[in-house]
C-alpha cells in the first residue's frame, strides 16, 4: 500500500534518541497509512547508528538511508527523496509527538489547501538551565506565542523544522530545503524552516501554523550556556544574510539597524546595573548576529554572488541501507 503520509528525521549524533518517536509514532490516532524514514548523517568515518536504535516491530514501515554529506537540509532532502507519500511531515529525532500530531498537521493542510503546515512546539528543560533566561533566550529554542486557531504564516507566527509539513507536489514545483541553510555539524546555521514557509508563501501557496499539532523538544543545559547563545546568534545572522539570495526578508527577521545595536548595548548596561547577567548574555548574542549579518552580507555581495536555486526534488537517487 503506498503512504500517504512519510515522516522524515534526520539523524547525526543523536540516534540514541529514536526510540522515543518511533514509539510517539507508533501511537499515532490517523488512519492514513504512513511510513517513516530515517536518515543516518553521521561523519562518513563512523558508522551507521540510526539502525541499532530504532529497533523493529513497529506499526509502520520503517526505512533507513544515508547521507554522507553534513547538513539537517541534505539529510531532510535525502529523507524526501525517498518518500512516497503525498504529505511529507519533518521532524527531529529528539521529539515526542502528541497522537494526534500527523493527524492534526494533515487536517490543516487540508482545511486550508497548504502546502506548508508549521505545528505548534512545547520546549521542555529537562536538565534545567545554567541560569536565568530571558525571552529572547528562549525564543532560541522554539516560538513563544502560538495563534489559538490554524491561523496564515507570518509574524508574530513562525515555525520549526521538527514540526513541520510539506506537500510533495509544492516540493515538486519550488525545491527542496537549501542546503547552505540548517545545522551543519558544529555550525549552529537554521532558519531552512523559515526559508522554505517564506518561498512558498511569496509564491503564492498558503502556507499556515496549527496549534493543534502538538510536539514536544527538550532542551539541554548546554543550550543554555552563554556560548550556546552567542554561537546560535551568529549562525542565524549569516543564515538571514543568506536568506536574501532567495526571499524577500520581512524586516522583523532582520533587525540590524543602528537602533537594534542600540539596543543591544543597552543590555549590557543594565546588566551591569542591576547585577543581571542574563541581559549581558542577550545583548552580546544580539551583536554576535547582527555583526554576522552585516558582514555576510558583506561577503555576498563583494563576490557577486547570484541567486540561489533550491535543490530540486527529483535530484539523485538517495542511498538505501542494506536490509531497509
Not at 68 to 97: C, H, K, M, Q, Y
Amino acid at each position: 500500500m503506498t503512504p500517504e503520509i512519510s515522516v522524515v528525521v534526520s539523524v547525526r549524533g543523536n540516534a540514541h534518541r529514536l526510540p522515543t518517536l518511533l514509539c510517539g509514532l507508533d501511537q499515532q490516532t490517523t488512519s492514513a497509512p504512513f511510513e517513516v524514514l530515517v536518515v543516518d548523517n553521521d561523519p562518513p568515518r563512523t558508522a551507521p547508528r540510526a539502525r541499532q536504535h530504532a529497533g523493529g516491530g513497529w506499526s509502520f514501515p520503517l526505512h533507513h538511508l544515508r547521507e554522507r554529506e553534513a547538513g539537517l537540509s541534505r539529510g531532510r532532502n535525502t529523507g524526501i527523496r525517498a518518500a512516497r507519500g503525498a504529505f511529507i511531515a519533518v521532524t527531529d529525532p529528539d521529539i515526542t509527538p502528541a497522537p494526534t500530531w500527523l493527524e492534526a498537521l494533515v487536517e490543516a493542510a487540508r482545511s486550508t489547501d497548504a502546502a506548508c503546515v508549521g505545528g505548534r512546539v512545547e520546549v521542555t528543560y529537562p536538565q534545567g538551565a545554567v541560569r536565568e533566561m530571558t525571552r529572547g533566550q528562549r525564543e532560541c529554542h522554539g516560538p513563544l506565542d502560538w495563534p489559538t486557531a490554524t491561523a496564515p504564516f507570518g509574524w508574530p507566527y513562525w515555525l520549526c523544522g521538527c514540526n513541520l509539513l510539506l506537500t510533495r507536489e509544492a516540493l515538486a514545483e519550488h525545491g527542496l530545503f537549501r542546503t547552505d541553510l540548517g545545522r551543519r555539524g558544529r555550525w549552529k546555521l537554521d532558519a531552512e524552516d523559515l526559508e522554505i514557509a517564506e518561498r512558498l508563501s511569496q509564491a503564492g501557496r498558503t502556507v499556515v501554523i496549527t496549534p493543534d499539532a502538538v510536539v514536544s523538544h527538550p532542551v539541554y543545559r548546554r543550550e543554555t550556556t552563554a556560548g550556546y547563545f552567542l554561537a546560535n546568534g551568529a549562525g542565524h545572522g549569516i543564515c538571514v544574510a543568506r536568506m536574501h539570495q532567495s526571499v524577500r526578508v520581512v524586516p522583523a527577521a532582520i533587525r540590524a539597524g543602528a537602533g537594534d545595536i542600540a539596543d543591544a548595548l543597552t543590555d549590557f548596561a543594565r546588566a551591569w546595573g542591576f547585577l543581571r547577567p542574563e541581559l549581558a548574555v542577550d545583548g552580546a548574542r544580539e551583536l554576535a548576529r547582527i555583526g554576522a549579518y552585516r558582514a555576510e552580507r558583506l561577503r555576498l555581495r563583494l563576490t557577486r554572488a547570484r541567486r540561489v536555486t533550491p535543490p530540486p526534488l527529483t535530484a539523485r537517487r538517495p542511498l538505501t541501507l542494506p536490509g531497509a
